[in-house]
């Protein structure tokens, strides 16, 4: 089988997102299985596209946005290769729209709410409401061109029912997946000879927040919840950057405990996980959107490390608390603060939940597993094809 992977985010440039990441793991799932991949990504970094980045500047907000989308739209549409596909899988609604004219069967991949997730980096409210109409718009279009849809948490599969009329028989959740080989448990010892390698009391109880510095991220919470927590034997270490930077230092400001790393490369990202004792993933509802099923949760679930989440999006799907990890209330840093005592001042349950947590990604998020069950959608659907059945009719 043949198929082409196209996404207007560009994991072989950028590798920092659970997209990015996505991408990656479902390209080698598949050729694993047998499949011929090819891709057809979005070169942010190409001279041409850099020269017209920079003219967007004289735009106003909305012409701004229309001029990046059909530019990345048509960049990809220009791209596409001439040879034979039985399958194309998009991972967005750009990309999608970009290959709509293709005879294949597409199924589309929804990683969040495109509409949504855009305006929350507009400032302006006026903006906002002129900018809205058109990303709604290209999303509802994208949905009716694809056949078949993943949505990577049961809320977003509900939306797209629920927005753009869909039948649910053509959505299937799938969340997340992680390369468990290379996210694994290691022993106390190596454990202590990393934090020593850190620059870290081996004796010190770390928490991990690898999260983009982003509203929806909720990582201020994060840094809130310990003055809500006298332990000085704490290690609060922060794996990301973005424009709340400033605010989460201003917020942390006297608290040697805590410390920003910046952004983490993910071929390095690993140390930090098996270092930690707690992965802590604080997220925040954010216009609307909610957390799907968080890579950076799932990642350290595979090294056996307890995750405290909030109980939101697909976090809330995956978690079973005090079972597998601990779910706590967003926007709530003593919830938060409680949460990692009790997970201090009891260890032996600290390890069972780290084991669970491991077992439970090995048998539902390994990114073979992951593979398999996209490979069976390619299947259905070429199936239905070859009978002249088709999921539903064309819009």
Avoid at 18 to 28: D, M, T, V
Avoid at 311 to 318: K, L, T, V
Avoid at 366 to 390: G, K, M, P, Q, W
Wanted: glycine share 4%.
């Amino acid at each position: 089988m043949k198929v082409l992977l196209t996404s207007t985010d560009n994991p072989y440039v950028t590798h920092l997102g659970g997209k990015h990441i996505h991408l990656l793991l479902l390209e080698q799932g598949l050729k694993k299985l047998g499949l011929e991949v090819t891709t057809l990504y979005y070169d942010p970094k190409s001279p041409k596209e850099l020269a017209k980045r920079s003219l967007l500047q004289v735009f106003s907000e909305k012409r701004k946005y229309e001029t990046k989308l059909n530019w990345m739209t048509n960049y990809l549409r220009k791209r596409i290769p001439s040879k034979k596909f039985d399958i194309i899988h998009a991972h967005d609604v750009l990309s999608i729209s970009a290959v709509d004219l293709m005879p294949q069967k597409k199924v589309l991949t929804l990683h969040g709410y495109f509409a949504r997730e855009n305006i929350e980096f507009i400032k302006s409210e006026k903006d906002r409401k002129t900018i809205y109409p058109l990303l709604f718009q290209i999303e509802k279009i994208a949905m009716k061109t694809a056949d078949y849809l993943i949505t990577v948490d049961r809320r977003l599969k509900e939306y797209v029912i629920a927005e753009f009329d869909l039948p649910p028989n053509i959505i299937t959740v799938m969340h997340n997946a992680v390369d468990t080989s290379k996210f694994a448990p290691i022993s106390k010892e190596n454990q202590r000879e990393l934090k020593k390698n850190m620059g870290i009391d081996p004796n010190h109880f770390v928490i991990l927040v690898p999260r983009r510095l982003v509203e929806k991220n909720g990582v201020i919470f994060a840094v809130r919840a310990m003055k809500h927590i006298e332990n000085k034997s704490l290690k609060m270490v922060i794996a990301g950057d973005g424009p709340e930077k400033e605010n989460i230092i201003k917020e942390a400001e006297g608290d040697t405990r805590i410390q920003l790393v910046g952004t983490i490369p993910h071929d390095k990202i690993n140390q930090y996980y098996k270092t930690a004792d707690i992965i802590l993933i604080p997220s925040i509802t954010s216009h609307g959107v909610q957390e799907a099923s968080s890579i950076a949760m799932l990642e350290g679930m595979a090294c056996s490390k307890v995750a405290i989440c909030s109980a939101i999006g697909g976090m809330n799907e995956i978690i079973q608390n005090m079972k597998n990890g601990v779910l706590t209330n967003e926007k709530d840093p003593a919830d938060i603060a409680r949460a990692i005592e009790a997970v201090i001042e009891n260890r032996d349950l600290a390890t069972e939940i780290g084991e669970n947590a491991r077992e439970y990604v090995l048998k539902n998020h390994s990114f073979t597993a992951h593979a398999e069950r996209v490979f069976n959608i390619y299947r259905d659907a070429l199936r239905e094809e070859e009978n002249s059945v088709h999921y539903r009719p064309r819009i």
